[in-house]
């Protein structure tokens, strides 16, 4: 699905000049490494997707393929994003891996918050709640909690990254979508550690605000995921992202003065709790 | 190259620590004390977590820029320098105001904040006990295998921190005397504490005694973090900093817990700098600010500070610079009154501190030395006065911006 928008030349020139600086990040990334090197991250959601239309424009640009892309399958998607990458995946010819923890998945026996016992696991996914400080003997399937998200996101990316010998992958992260990205970089070279290659991340749309990317989804007509127009604002796991303003489009909602990351942010209630009862609130 | 673990214990106060001069509530932290430099006029930026804990680890003031909840993005977090540096970060803790979804994340390798745990109804953090469990599984990767890189760990406990209902066994080894349930040391929370109700100095007395059983407890816990960090061979290689970020008012002036205001026991911190090869123990009289504490975690690891650093670093001692001490707070913390919140100030130069309040355009100035349970305000008497206004008056709502 692409959008029907009027957006004004002005603001189309306004965010042709974003693209471009994504663009030269992609270009410099595409001199730096060799094209088998890179990787792409994607999600389905509208930060990867910005960014994978990016990566592509410089692609077809210089006649040369999409490199390798991942998704990370955390066992709880919406289908409509599942159709929504199986279409582009189609129409754009895109090398994908769908990419799991196979082993936490079969130990939860593929239902979500199913008790998944820590001796279950294999050494590997073991070791990997140790790099964490994780010291329980279960957790519960759950792609967003803290051993979740590390052993279905952080684990499954680095074996991403060794199994493909990638030296340099895409991320669609920008600045303002969290405090925590305020102060990343276009690049950032990460040291190998124990079950870490070396590898460089590049993110090409820092600079987009949440506001400039709708824009720009609208200026060029890029392809997003139907789900933004029912009153999401960011997408994650199925069971743990809520629409921001029931039946108003992510585009169209006060995306100045409520948090972009509302739906998602359960960790947040669960700090105000905290902080109340604390006796500060 | 060695490692520098930073402990904070949230809402210590200094005058606990058998080393400061207290009881005997911390017989593990004063047996280190004889391989440690314990800074003896250390304040904090600050008399809650917020206005603290931006001079620990971004070495900023508190309202440096603005009055936003977040971290500001101008602000630099120690493990943000030493990530880019490659050195490992990790940091472990459970105080809601340093949470991921207020940008506390930033630059940590790995970050624990608890915020998803589910937690006793009454007390909402994770206890030390726990906290020492993760670092003992952080630690057996990152260390195990007798080969590791220099790492940055940060632990703070929150087991100090209201409501007060320590473990019988802890009270009975802080005070026997006192006979409380559970249920009857959350109502006293609820009643007293939480409305700062100072009518009645028994019940001050008791809320006391039950603060002073979670300071036993925590020096036993702060004895098993050294234990975890010995099991895995690295407290020999380790530089291990400890301090509070505020302390705890028990009526001394006219309130309970910590609210916005700058008396010694909320800003007078300990801070111990501990080295477990050193020969000696040393006490250092100078007055320094947390503010100096990432500077000098630097300084360990032979990096420079960044421009957003404004301390010094501790270290060389023979090279730190003689300076007063500022803080910053807003004075409606820890209150339920609606309306504007209005800064508060203080400096601390020599033996003096003056007290800035916007709300009534009101000085306080004491000498610490003839007067040190800040009592007697002498503002309106003393010929340094109007010296230390100037010092305070340009820091004053310096920052105009929107409080977004």
């Known amino acids: 699905m692409t959008m029907e928008r009027e957006i004004s030349e002005k603001r189309k020139r306004q965010c042709a000049k974003l693209v471009e600086i994504s663009k030269a990040i992609v270009k410099q990334s595409f001199e730096k490494f060799r094209h088998e090197e890179l990787g792409i991250t994607w999600t389905g959601g509208k930060d990867s997707g910005l960014c994978f239309w990016i990566i592509r424009q410089v692609c077809q640009e210089r006649g040369i393929p999409i490199p390798k892309t991942m998704i990370i399958g955390e066992g709880d998607e919406f289908k409509e994003i599942e159709q929504f990458v199986e279409g582009i995946s189609k129409e754009w010819n895109v090398p994908l891996e769908v990419c799991r923890n196979e082993d936490v998945l079969k130990a939860a026996n593929f239902r979500l918050n199913a008790p998944v016992k820590v001796k279950d696991l294999s050494e590997r996914n073991q070791a990997e709640l140790k790099r964490i400080g994780f010291d329980d003997e279960e957790f519960p399937f759950e792609a967003e909690s803290y051993a979740g998200n590390h052993l279905m996101k952080t684990v499954v990316f680095n074996e991403f990254l060794e199994r493909n010998k990638i030296l340099g992958i895409f991320q669609g992260l920008r600045w303002d979508e969290h405090p925590a990205r305020f102060n990343d970089d276009y690049f950032e070279y990460k040291e190998a550690a124990l079950f870490v290659p070396a590898h460089t991340r590049i993110r090409p749309i820092l600079h987009f605000t949440e506001k400039d990317l709708w824009d720009t989804y609208a200026a060029f007509k890029i392809p997003y995921c139907t789900l933004y127009e029912k009153g999401y604002r960011s997408l994650g796991a199925k069971t743990t992202s809520q629409i921001s303003v029931e039946g108003v489009p992510a585009w169209l909602q006060d995306l100045e003065n409520t948090e972009e990351r509302a739906g998602r942010r359960q960790d947040k209630e669960k700090a105000m709790e905290r902080m109340r009862k604390l006796g500060y609130m | ?404």
């Open chain 2, 1 to 404: 190259m060695r490692n520098v673990v930073l402990l904070t214990i949230d809402t210590l106060r200094r005058d606990m620590l058998g080393c400061y001069g207290g009881g005997s509530l911390t017989p593990f932290i004063d047996s280190i004390q004889n391989r440690s430099v314990r800074f003896d006029q250390a304040h904090s930026t600050g008399p809650y977590t917020r206005a603290a804990f931006t001079g620990i680890l971004t070495s900023s003031y508190y309202l440096e820029y603005g009055r936003q909840r977040e971290l500001s993005p101008s602000r630099v977090l120690i493990s943000e320098v030493l990530k880019r540096s490659g050195i490992v970060t990790a940091g472990f803790h459970s105080n809601p105001h340093l949470s991921d979804y207020l940008g506390w994340n930033r630059g940590w390798d790995v970050f624990y904040d608890s915020m998803e745990e589910e937690v006793d109804p009454k007390v909402p953090y994770i206890k030390a006990k726990r906290i020492n469990r993760k670092i003992d599984a952080w630690l057996s990767f990152n260390a195990g295998s007798g080969v590791y890189k220099p790492f940055f760990l940060w632990v703070h406990y929150m087991d100090i921190h209201e409501p007060y209902i320590p473990e019988k066994k802890y009270i009975d080894l802080a005070d026997g005397s006192i006979r409380l349930g559970e249920e009857e040391m959350f109502e006293l929370f609820q009643n007293v504490l939480l409305p700062r109700d100072v009518s009645n100095q028994r019940n001050i007395e008791i809320l006391k005694k039950l603060y002073s059983a979670h300071v036993r407890e925590m020096d036993e816990s702060v004895k098993d973090f050294f234990g975890i960090l010995e099991k895995w061979n690295v407290l020999k290689d380790s530089w291990i900093i400890l301090t509070a970020d505020h302390g705890d008012e028990f009526g001394e002036h006219g309130g309970l817990s910590h609210d916005g205001k700058m008396y010694s026991e909320l800003v007078h911190v300990p801070l111990i700098l501990h080295e477990p090869t050193r020969e000696n123990g040393e006490v250092c009289s100078t007055l320094v600010s947390t503010l100096d504490i990432a500077p000098t975690i630097l300084y360990l690891l032979g990096l420079n500070p960044p421009k957003a650093f404004q301390g010094d670093s501790l270290l060389p001692l023979e090279n730190y610079p003689l300076k007063g001490v500022f803080g910053e707070a807003l004075d409606k913390h820890g209150s339920n009154e609606k309306g504007e919140e209005k800064e508060i100030h203080y400096y601390r130069e020599g033996d003096f501190k003056i007290v800035y309040r916007e709300r009534d355009d009101a000085w306080e100035l004491y000498d610490l030395k003839a007067d040190p349970k800040e009592k007697n305000n002498i503002i309106d008497t003393s010929p340094t006065a109007e010296d230390l206004k100037q010092k305070v008056r340009p820091r004053v709502k310096r920052y105009q911006g929107s409080c977004s």
